[in-house]
């Protein structure tokens, strides 16, 4: 079974400085897709970026991009000139691909890093 | 506006009571799916459905029931089986398009006990 493991609970940021968030995860595929979803306060949950592991390039989004490390199973969230609307939890998320005879049977989830913004 | 609606968005059960959650879709998705959050942790799947007539048990499906009968619905029931209901429960879909794999999810219901 795949598991994703977010080690840290919380981090802090400064506005406007740039944090990073980990996700490790566990598989035996060698083709999924890797998420981040963001849950603000008001619980709804936002994709914020998507990863394709069949792709070399990591997947940028705005001030939203990644460090995706195959071979580490590790697909870090880095997040540029924080806001204070960045304040949220942060999920990580895995999905197997159709090819792998997964793709539609619902994603495996991180327990979540809870990001605050400092003024 | 296309979307996810889910309803109640709060729900209390009495002891011994079952109770049904509504999710309702307009993106004319063929997938849907029911996760369960408790605090501090993330989304664990309950059931998912690819199909219409068709569902499929996800990692803790025990004490709760689904349906599919049309394409736009996919109520979830928490039985009184469920010893532990108390959590915030988030529905969502996926479109037919398998190699986007994207997850859209409604705003949720947080359910209690009395």
């Known amino acids: 079974a795949q598991t994703v493991t977010q080690s840290q609970p919380e981090m802090s940021v400064q506005e406007a400085e740039t944090v990073t968030l980990s996700c490790t995860y566990d598989t035996s595929e060698s083709d999924y897709y890797l998420f981040w979803y963001k849950q603000p306060p008001s619980r709804q949950m936002i994709l914020v970026i998507r990863q394709e592991a069949y792709k070399q390039q990591n997947a940028t989004e705005n001030r939203f991009s990644v460090n995706f490390q195959k071979a580490a199973k590790s697909f870090s969230l880095k997040i540029s000139d924080s806001q204070l609307g960045d304040a949220a939890m942060y999920f990580c998320a895995y999905s197997p691909s159709e090819g792998s005879g997964g793709g539609a049977d619902g994603l495996t989830f991180g327990k979540g890093t809870h990001l605050i913004i400092q003024p | ?114």
């Not at chain 2, 109640?8 to 063929?30: A, I, M, W």
């Not at chain 2, 989304?43 to 998912?48: A, D, H, V």
């Not at chain 2, 109520?75 to 190699?99: E, H, I, M, R, W």
């Open chain 2, 1 to 114: 506006d296309g979307g996810i609606t889910q309803s109640p968005k709060y729900l209390f059960r009495k002891e011994g009571q079952n109770v049904t959650l509504s999710c309702e879709q307009n993106l004319n998705h063929d997938a849907m799916y029911w996760y369960r959050q408790d605090p501090g942790q993330g989304l664990r799947l309950i059931y998912y459905s690819q199909i219409v007539n068709d569902f499929q048990k996800g990692d803790i499906a025990e004490g709760y029931s689904v349906s599919r009968e049309k394409k736009e619905s996919f109520p979830l029931t928490v039985t009184s089986a469920q010893k532990n209901p108390t959590a915030f429960y988030l529905c969502a879909s996926t479109d037919g398009s398998l190699a986007k794999n994207i997850q859209y999810f409604g705003a949720g219901t947080r359910l209690s006990v009395l």
